[in-house]
Nanobody, 113 residues
Framework: QVQLVESGGGLVQAGGSLRLSCAASGSTFSTYPMEWHRQAPGKQRELVASISYGGPTNYADSVKGRFTISRDNAKNTVYLQMNSLKPEDTAVYYC???????WGQGTQVTVSS
């Protein structure tokens, strides 16, 4: 089982960019699929992007073309590059390892208009 620690959140103006990082412990990180989720105030947590251990990715329609998920297995890290941010992207962002259902503590992203 892995442990996950997110970083990289913050306050940004609409149209700006942020890159989130999720550092994972454990030597078998490269074999795990990984996901980014987000939860906005008063809303359910939603899946934003996923990446398999082999690299294929999937995105929520709301972020396609703006967000990119990637991973560096040598660094045991998964990233979420977020461009053209909108106020509706404001949320706490979590990374998740879905096989063991392991979550990070979350990182706040706030996009001002």
């Amino acid at each position: 089982q892995v442990q996950l620690v997110e970083s990289g959140g913050g306050l940004v103006q609409a149209g700006g960019s942020l890159r989130l990082s999720c550092a994972a412990s454990g030597s078998t990180f490269s074999t795990y699929p990984m996901e980014w989720h987000r939860q906005a105030p008063g809303k359910q947590r939603e899946l934003v992007a996923s990446i398999s251990y082999g690299g294929p990715t999937n995105y929520a329609d709301s972020v396609k073309g703006r967000f990119t998920i990637s991973r560096d297995n040598a660094k045991n890290t998964v990233y979420l590059q977020m461009n053209s941010l909108k106020p509706e992207d404001t949320a706490v962002y979590y990374c998740k390892e879905p096989i063991w259902d392991t979550w990070g503590q979350g990182t706040q992203v706030t996009v001002s208009s």
